[in-house]
């Protein structure tokens, strides 16, 4: 068996605001969808992100006097990768500073492109609506968690995994401020899935739930 591909380090941003329009939506998140030309998931929703690139290692070391001191260079690449997508997929510039982080997951190792990317929760700025940009991202939107999936269950919005998993784990929060205090409490630690079963049986299970081990 050759060796699974190694993970492209990645920083996604799940953006939230304060109930935007509708005073019955404490919490809503940004989705961007991707371009149904793309190569890799075209047309799915997700939230803004993409590969670390050597462009992001140069920016974070001009601004390392911008970042917390405790923060390692490794760390500080992500959160420039991170807010530099925001603004190309989405048109919103926000600081990397703002940014807190939420989660870590790997691509599992059976899957052909891998990424290894940081989750990072942060609010957005007032008066900043979404403008994607006609190449990467052609639409954008901003959704109560619980109606993203909704809608993926309807066939409405196309989701992956991993956008699943982040939507589900935010349906706990009645509004934006409440998860954002709830970051200090989760500190990030590695999440690699795993693909079992075989042909139409195939599905993906997370640490801890059955069949994982048995991989």
Sequence with gaps: MPDPPTPRPAATVILLRRGGKHADRALEVLLVQRNLEARFM???????????????????????????????????????CAVRELEEEAGIALPASELMPWSRWITPEEVPIRFDTRFYLALAPAHSPPKPDGAETVDARWVEPGDALEGHRSGELELVFPTIKHLESLLPYSNAEDALAAVAALPPTPVLPRVVGEGDARRIVLPGEAGYEDH
């Design 42 to 80: 075209p047309g799915v929703w997700v939230f803004p992100g993409g590969a670390v690139g050597d462009d992001d290692t140069a920016a974070a070391q001009a601004a390392h006097e911008d970042f917390a001191a405790e923060l390692d260079e490794d760390e500080r690449v992500h959160r420039t």
